[in-house]
């Protein structure tokens, strides 16, 4: 990887001054050049040939004024010393900005406590995985490889040898599908961060509707999305994560074996699962089960198509992937299943398909049970029925039945997309509960 530098210089200069000084007999002034006509006397008098009254304090000032430079000059040594520490100092920080106080240490999850990666990071990797459902040491792991998490000056600027650019190492002609990734986790952004499109003047070309490559943010969820389309998953160990890793660097054969190239990769799957064992088991939350469920699909409101109407793309193609189902199918079904998947519930694949759910639920298999709509309750899957003469929809109920005449949900696959809706009572069939202990 070549390294890039700002090839910015910090001007220095200053302008010494002086006074132009008064001219003796300029126009309009009295002309005292004659000792017989300077105006002795009053209170400020003295004896003719001594200076006295004003006359004294200019001299007083003058003589100050001689005492002061003569410090300033005996102290401009140490001013130019001071100078140069303070821009060596920012020099320093440039190079390595993670040499503040990141202020953003509110994390989801748990990570070890002896390995090298920045606080600053962590929200950044957890808020990208739970969005695309990827590893979040994986993305610690890619990005320490690439980067050294954002410390090589070729993060900020320029390109590398091979056109790869920023922290996570895109190459500009594959970014441009993961520019917008970020967006599905903007709330997360952090305050504050060490490379921030808001200060890097490598970002200030960049459209504020995409994200910049430069940009650590930016970076981090692009790369999960591209892990995400090319088949990984939270598992370090599964196929589908290996294909994504071979992917992100081009070769399998550098992910595999320990080339010595420059791109080797082969340290970046074990060094994630390293970090992963030292972390410890996750601990389960409240909210694990159908509440975890809820939670989890939340956080995925805003997530759409790509393009819209394809019935597929960004993570909703690797979510497709684990019910077994493909790209133009609906997914619905495919997105209430990947709800409990985060929430430890691996419900069958066939839950990808409504008619099925339902009837599986009537009749007590799967660890579903079905119930009427008026005892729908939050986290239960509810069944719609539109215009087809059959269900046809689902999606997760995000509170108890109100009686009301509509329910509040979060379903996958309408308005091609996943949305909050209110739905009215006439749409819905009934509701199916994933039995407590479902596994």
Known sequence: ?????????????????????????????????????????????????????????????????????????????????????????????????????????????????????????????????????????????????????????????????????????????TWVAHDKAYKAIERARPKSYPLNRKTLKSCYPVPDDLGCVYDDFDAIAGAAHKLAADGANMSLTSAGTRRAVCAYIGSCGEVDDCTGSKNQYCEVIPRARRWELEAGPVETAPGAGAEGAVRWALTQDGVEESPPGSNCGGPITAWQR?????????????????????????????IASVPTTLSQARAGRGGLKAVPKNQIKRGDIVIFQWDTGKVDHMGLATQDWPGTGRLATIEGNTSNGVHRRSELEGTIVGGVRVIEGAK
């Open 322 to 350: 684990r019910t077994g189902t493909t790209c133009g199918t609906a997914w619905c079904g495919v997105f209430v299943h990947e709800a409990f998947l985060h929430a430890g519930i691996d419900l069958p694949s066939w």
């Open 1 to 173: 990887m070549e390294a890039g530098g700002d090839t910015g210089l910090l001007e220095r200069g200053g302008a010494a001054g002086g006074g132009a000084g008064l001219d003796a007999g300029a126009p309009g002034l009295p002309d005292f050049s004659s000792p017989g006509d300077i105006p002795w006397g009053g209170d400020g008098g003295a004896a003719p040939g001594l200076p006295g009254g004003d006359l004294a304090d200019e001299g007083t000032k003058a003589a100050a004024g001689g005492a002061l430079a003569l410090i300033g000059l005996a102290l401009l040594p140490l001013i130019t010393i001071m100078l140069g520490v303070a821009v060596l100092v920012g020099f320093l920080a440039w190079l390595n900005p993670l040499s503040g106080d990141d202020g953003n240490t509110a994390l989801l999850g748990r990570w070890p406590t002896s390995s090298p990666i920045p606080a600053v990071y962590k929200p950044m990797y957890e808020a990208a995985s739970q969005r695309y459902h990827v590893n979040q040491f994986l993305l610690a792991s890619i990005h320490e490889q690439e980067t050294g998490f954002s410390r090589n000056p070729a993060a900020r600027l320029g390109t590398n040898s091979s056109g790869a650019a920023g922290p996570m190492q895109f190459l500009l002609s």
